[in-house]
C-alpha cells in the first residue's frame, strides 16, 4: 500500500483524537495519561474560545461516546494552556525519546498553533534522531558506479 493510501483522511487528523481514541498512542507515549488529561483541559479552554464551533463541537461529542477516560477528566473542569514543557515517546525502534517543546501562535491567526519539540544537544535522543534521519539521507560523494558496459 503507497503512503498515501496509508495516510489518515484530512478530516480525521487530530491530535486529540489520536491520544484519546488510537490504542498506539498509550503505547507510544510515555507520559500518556497526563498528556491526555491535559489535552481534555485544552478542548475545555477551546470549546470557551469557541463555543459556536460545530467541528470542535462534533469533536468533543465524539470523544464523549467512545469508551475512555474523557469524560472522566472533561467532569474535572480543567482548562490548560500548553506552551512550553517536556514529552517523551517511545519509537518502535530506537526507543524512548525525550524533547522539550514550545508551543507558539503565529502573529495574526490564533487559530493556528505551531509546536516545536526539541532534543537536548548531545543527548541519547538527539543521538537516536540522527541515527533515524540517516536512514532517508540521500547518499553524498561521488556518484555510484553504473555498472561494466555502460
Keep these: ?9 484530512a478530516s480525521r487528523r487530530n491530535l486529540a483524537r489520536y491520544y484519546l481514541l488510537d490504542p498506539e498512542a498509550r503505547e507510544r507515549t510515555g507520559d500518556w495519561e497526563q498528556i491526555a ?18 467541528k470542535l463541537a462534533n469533536l468533543i461529542g465524539e ?9 472522566i477528566w472533561r467532569n474535572d473542569h480543567r482548562v490548560v494552556r500548553r506552551n512550553h514543557g ?18 507558539l501562535q503565529p502573529p495574526g491567526d490564533e487559530n493556528q498553533t505551531l509546536c516545536v519539540h526539541l532534543p537536548e544537544p ?14 532517508n539521507a540521500p547518499a553524498t560523494g561521488s556518484a555510484p558506479d553504473p555498472g561494466p558496459g555502460v
Design 37 to 54: 488529561c491535559e489535552i481534555v483541559a485544552m478542548l475545555r479552554l477551546e470549546a470557551g474560545y469557541c463555543p459556536q464551533d460545530r
Design 86 to 103: 517536556t514529552t517523551h515517546y517511545r519509537h518502535p525502534v530506537v526507543g524512548d525519546l525525550h524533547f522539550s517543546y514550545e508551543s
Design 63 to 71: 470523544l464523549t461516546l467512545k469508551p475512555t477516560e474523557f469524560s
Design 122 to 135: 548531545g543527548s541519547a535522543t538527539a543521538e537516536s534522531l540522527r541515527i533515524l534521519s540517516s536512514w
Design 1 to 9: 500500500m503507497a503512503p498515501e493510501e496509508m495516510a489518515l483522511p
